[in-house]
């Protein structure tokens, strides 16, 4: 059974792991944090987007059964969802879940499925974040394929980070472009279907729209407003967390 622990205890822990194995290159990294770190205590959350394959295609090489949690919002384009189906069977995953929404959350606040219209942050949040947080409870830590040069507001993301009283693991975060990409090559990985329409960070269908040239690899992420993220790398997701009990589950 997993423990409860304090907040600050793992801030200190994501510090120390930081300093020991941020170096270390992304399989290194998974492989330590799957057999050693945190064993059975640990998941990936992907979005199954334009550089997904990558992080996917090396957890497999560890690990078939390390859970994937993939937030089904009902909103992605249908080419993701193909794309999700045909990585899961090449890559012989087998404990791949599906979160959606809560039923009464859409019934009472998005009966019409419009919300992202009027109020982009709330549509989020109970599309993403509080899935999310149901999601990632069972687990002492999870992954995440984020990279420090998609975005300025990424740019310090570290490999090991404290999110409430659980660890957050990117192991990708020093990857370049170049490296995704070499990668790729290398283990002949498809490409998203939409990555040759010019979309470069993939979301949900109403707010996602191809990157000019020049443009960070998310300035097509809800373009024209000041929003830059869902919320689910947020302090939001901390606040909800902070209600989750880590041997809470909800899939």
Same mark, same amino acid.
């Given at each position: $059974?997993?423990?409860?622990?304090?907040?600050?205890?793992?801030?200190?822990?994501?510090?120390?792991?930081?300093?020991?194995?941020?170096?270390?290159?992304?399989?290194?990294?998974?492989?330590?944090?799957?057999?050693?770190?945190?064993?059975?205590?640990? %998941?990936?959350?992907?979005?199954?987007? %334009?550089?997904?394959?990558?992080?996917?295609?090396?957890?497999?090489?560890?690990?078939?059964?390390?859970?994937?949690?993939?937030?089904?919002?009902?909103?992605?384009?249908?080419?993701?969802?193909?794309?999700?189906?045909?990585?899961?069977?090449?890559?012989?995953?087998?404990?791949?879940?599906?979160?959606?929404?809560?039923?009464?959350?859409?019934?009472?606040?998005?009966?019409?499925?419009?919300?992202? $219209?009027?109020?982009?942050?709330?549509?989020?949040?109970?599309?993403?974040?509080?899935?999310?947080?149901?999601?990632?409870?069972?687990?002492?830590?999870? $992954?995440?394929?984020?990279?420090?040069?998609?975005?300025?507001?990424?740019?310090?993301?570290?490999?090991?980070?404290?999110?409430?009283?659980?660890?957050?693991?990117?192991?990708?975060?020093?990857?370049?472009?170049?490296?995704?990409?070499?990668?790729?090559?290398?283990?002949?990985?498809?490409?998203?279907?939409?990555?040759?329409?010019?979309?470069?960070?993939?979301?949900? $269908?109403?707010?996602?729209?191809?990157?000019?040239?020049?443009?960070?690899?998310?300035?097509?992420?809800? %373009?024209?407003?000041?929003?830059?993220?869902?919320?689910?790398?947020?302090?939001?997701?901390?606040?909800?967390?902070?209600?989750?009990?880590?041997?809470?589950?909800?899939?």
């Amino acid at each position: $059974m997993l423990l409860e622990v304090n907040d600050q205890t793992v801030a200190d822990e994501a510090r120390a792991l930081e300093a020991r194995y941020g170096n270390l290159e992304p399989t290194d990294i998974i492989e330590l944090a799957i057999d050693h770190l945190f064993n059975e205590e640990i %998941a990936v959350v992907s979005s199954f987007g %334009a550089e997904s394959s990558v992080l996917l295609h090396m957890i497999a090489q560890i690990d078939r059964a390390t859970p994937v949690l993939f937030l089904e919002t009902g909103k992605h384009f249908p080419a993701t969802l193909r794309y999700r189906d045909q990585l899961v069977a090449d890559f012989g995953m087998t404990e791949v879940h599906d979160i959606h929404p809560l039923k009464q959350s859409l019934k009472d606040e998005d009966p019409f499925g419009a919300l992202s $219209m009027t109020n982009k942050d709330r549509c989020c949040y109970i599309r993403k974040v509080e899935p999310m947080a149901r999601a990632v409870a069972p687990y002492r830590a999870w $992954m995440t394929g984020r990279k420090q040069f998609q975005a300025s507001t990424r740019a310090a993301l570290p490999v090991f980070e404290s999110v409430g009283p659980r660890i957050r693991i990117n192991p990708l975060a020093h990857w370049t472009s170049a490296d995704l990409k070499a990668y790729m090559t290398a283990h002949e990985l498809p490409p998203h279907p939409l990555v040759a329409e010019g979309y470069r960070s993939i979301g949900c $269908m109403p707010c996602t729209s191809p990157v000019k040239d020049g443009e960070d690899d998310r300035a097509g992420r809800w %373009a024209g407003t000041d929003k830059t993220e869902c919320g689910i790398h947020l302090t939001g997701l901390t606040d909800e967390l902070s209600n989750i009990s880590l041997t809470d589950s909800n899939l």
